[in-house]
């Protein structure tokens, strides 16, 4: 069964980094386009980053320049590590793939498989 | 910064039909922003409803499709059920790698 299983939120206080962790099951992380979504407490959906196929990388204006998105190919495992932490950076954080396939085809394209996501708090 | 619209609430009788939008601040939605819907009860991860527009995920009813109406994408719900009262969100692809979410809409059986 195609899987992701995030790990690594908690607590952390204003200023501080944390690396979460996506590890994938019955697909290969670098062949897909691999995102990072988030949702705050009570309110909507936000795309945070993505990384191509072709090891590309994307951000939102939110965290860009503060979030750094890779993956380890021998782990099969997709991560996002957050620098710099914000208040409002508080959310589930979930991993998603976007596209299964590397030539991602417009039949294709939206993110069709989630993980069950991690909760980050950013407080003091 | 262009945002992406949704009607923040919309409320449908049981058996009844719904069209939910997703648009543009500023400018229409076509399909070269591959519109896609998701369906979110809380404290669980989003499910993928409609791929690229029209294409139902697997596993999605039949009662559920996408479309372009106007100048919007639209998810339509036929014949609506209880279990279909939960939270709906589209994303857009805006091109040069960058992806919005809309709002979401909460939408209400009864």
């Known amino acids: 069964e195609v899987q992701l299983v995030e790990s690594g939120g908690g607590l952390v206080q204003p200023g501080g980094s944390l690396r979460l962790s996506c590890a994938a099951s019955e697909f290969t992380v670098s062949s897909n386009y691999m995102s990072w979504v988030r949702q705050a407490p009570g309110k909507g959906l936000e795309w945070v980053s993505l990384?191509?196929?072709?090891?590309?990388?994307y951000y939102a204006a939110s965290v860009k320049g503060r979030f750094t998105i890779s993956r380890d190919n021998s782990n099969n495992t997709l991560y996002l590590q957050m620098n710099s932490l914000r208040a409002e950076d508080t959310a589930v954080y979930y991993c998603?793939?976007?596209?299964?396939?590397?030539?991602?085809?417009?039949?294709?394209?939206?993110?069709?498989?989630w993980g069950q996501g991690t909760m980050v708090t950013v407080s003091s | 910064q262009t945002v992406v619209t949704q009607e923040p609430s919309f409320s449908v009788s049981p058996g009844g039909t719904v069209t939910l939008t997703c648009g543009l601040s500023?400018?229409?939605?076509?399909?070269?922003?591959?519109p896609s819907w998701y369906q979110q009860t809380p404290g669980q991860a989003p499910r993928t409803l409609i791929y690229s527009t029209n294409i139902r995920s697997s596993g999605v009813p039949d009662r559920f499709s996408g479309s372009i109406l106007g100048n919007k994408a639209a998810l339509t719900i036929t014949g609506a059920q209880a279990d279909d009262e939960c939270d709906y969100y589209c994303?857009?692809?805006?091109?040069?790698?960058?992806?919005?979410f809309g709002g979401g809409t909460k939408l209400t059986v009864l």
């Open positions: 990384i191509h196929s072709n090891g590309n990388t």
């Open positions: 998603a793939r976007y596209c299964s396939s590397t030539s991602c085809p417009p039949v294709l394209r939206a993110f069709d498989t």
């Open positions: 500023s400018g229409s939605v076509s399909t070269y922003y591959y």
């Open positions: 994303v857009l692809y805006m091109g040069s790698g960058i992806w919005v």
